[in-house]
């Protein structure tokens, strides 16, 4: 074969492997993109037939005229190449911008231009001369810096739609890596030979070669699109997802760079700075705050928004790349209302702890002197009755002052042994109120000795307050219901202690070692806790007709959570089962319990 005819060959070849990936992915239509990538597919076919027409075309006029055509087709593939690249990406649309217009008139510009040139001469010499080259027609332009001007502008667009999808690579992993990259490459060859055939250089200047490379464009084209499935898995979804999980959020969020200047925000993010997103962006942070906001550390904020003071938590995260630190995401927690609760619980706390106690102090004293001096009966009995109930309130102040105690700060991590913090807090309570059995394995775990002691010490305290089935009046188990087993009980006295071989104590406390956890199982014979007392913890909400009588249940349940372990409770006609879970952390070794 003639060595021109390889030429149009190809530009026929170019036109129909084109026409073949158009029908392949005519069903992507409406995807991110696709619309624009079919445009642009649309015109590199009609160019291949266009040039490939022209390389057979002998009449000066016609000739003329189709390389007018080819050209205004070559720069409309830019122009929908790299609208695809801005829309498949996510990056937005091309149309109704500034420079979308002035890439959309581009063409149409090249087409006036280039039809009117034999008048003006701008764009190549006015009347380029038909050379025969290989058994085909080329044309020696003489392409003018205008021409080579909007070739260069050309480059330049395609270029930028290549690093659109070279960012995709880089930025989005796997899932898209090969098929971005594979559309991105394709564009190279078949422009590098439009830029040889525009400097008018190489062995035959007057025939553009791009023909034979525009071939591997369409092969990779077809391996991205159509082997690889490129507009079942598109960037626009992921970078959209993160724009709209950004906007909803519920939270002001903002990025600044190193220097603090805001480089984007969402909308609420506008609302705290007072200003639109436009006038914020690039500003500094600090021009928008006067409490001085490190936008390295965040931090607690107060602002004027909305016509009210509100206050943000500003927690910052570093945008690194490498090992440099580029920018921080700040993002905004509003506050105020959770400070304003702090403020009242803390202005209350002292009013109940203080302020409330002193007086039922006071109050029991009186009370308790009055008792004695009483001489009715009677008397003495509602006296009696209004010292019982200051003691209770005068418990829930000291629960209250354990609750602020235990939850305040971060818990503790030590070797604490589960079986021996038991023991004491059956020591403690045992000789005021009932004989509490400890039977266990010593089983040490990584936790916070006195938040657990606190637990114990409810749970206890709770299973002899509704557990015990015959008390003194005090809550002091009468030895004559049930004899212990160690000689402690004689008729008529209450148990002074509690030990690990009190088999008949009416409060039992078990320690078992498992493999991942140390369980403390508190059991009682009697009628068990309050229904209603045992809801409202496990709803973990009161109501005004749906609340307990007190504040224990809550304290066991708050200093659970706080050292990570859990609380269930079992009510059976038998009495009742509290079992405390305290997770092993890996250090803990149950060979070293005896339990492995």
Sequence with gaps: MIPGLWLMAAALGTALGTAALIAALWRHRGEPGADWFLAAL????????????????????????LGVVGLALLSALGVYFVAFALEYTGRGQLEG???????????????????TNAG????????????????????????????????????????????????????????????????????????AALVVWLLEVGPAPELNFAPFLFLVHVALDAYAFVG??????????????????????GSPVMVVDDEGRIVTTNHLATEVLGVDRRTALT????????????????????????????????TATPLAVDDDTVGT???????????????????????????LRNDMSVVRGFASSAAGRAESDEVREMLDTALAKTDDLLSLGRTARDIERTLDGEPRHDPVDVAETATAVATAVGPETAAVKVDGEDCTV????????????????????????????????????????????????AVE????????????????????????????????LPEGELAVVETGEETALDHGSGLGLWLATWATERIGADLSFEIGDDGTTATLSLPRESGDDPAADGTA
């Excluded at 649309?42 to 005229?65: F, M, S």
């Excluded at 320690?511 to 009697?526: I, Y």
């Design 228 to 249: 690889s499935d490129m507009f079942e898995f598109h960037p626009a979804t992921r970078r959209r997802g993160e724009r709209a999980a950004i906007d909803d959020l």
């Design 446 to 493: 990584a936790t916070d000795r006195e938040t657990l002691r606190t637990v114990l010490t409810e749970l206890v305290e709770n299973a002899v307050e509704h557990g015990v089935p015959a008390t003194d009046g005090r809550g002091r188990w009468r030895a004559g219901d049930e004899a212990a087993d160690d000689g402690q009980v004689v008729d008529g006295d």
């Design 497 to 528: 202690s509690a030990g690990r071989g009190d088999a008949t104590a009416p409060v039992r406390v078990r320690v078992e070692a498992r493999p991942d956890t140390v369980v403390a199982v508190v059991e009682d014979d009697g009628p068990g």
């Design 42 to 65: 649309t015109g590199q076919a009609l160019w291949g037939a266009v040039y490939g027409t022209a390389l057979l075309t002998t009449d000066p006029v016609l000739r003329r005229a």
């Design 329 to 355: 995401t700040l993002v905004w927690q509003d506050v105020t209302d959770a400070r304003r609760r702090e403020q009242c619980l803390a202005v209350l706390n002292r009013v109940l702890r203080h302020n």
């Design 283 to 314: 500003t500094p942070l600090s021009a928008h705050f006067d409490d001085g906001l490190d936008h390295r550390a965040g931090g607690e904020v107060t602002v004027r928004a909305d016509g009210s003071q509100r206050t943000f938590q500003v």
């Design 97 to 115: 911008r500034p420079a979308g217009v002035v890439l959309a008139l581009l063409p149409v510009v090249l087409l006036v231009l280039g039809g």
């Design 120 to 191: 003006h001469g701008l764009l190549w010499t006015p009347r380029p001369t038909l050379v025969s080259v290989g058994g085909v027609t080329g044309m020696a332009y003489g392409f003018r810096p205008a021409a080579k001007a909007v070739g260069a502008l050309a480059v330049g667009v395609v270029t930028l739609g290549s690093l659109l999808l070279f960012d995709t690579v880089f930025s989005y992993g796997p899932l898209y890596r090969r098929e971005a990259f594979a559309v991105g490459v394709s564009v190279v060859p078949p422009m």
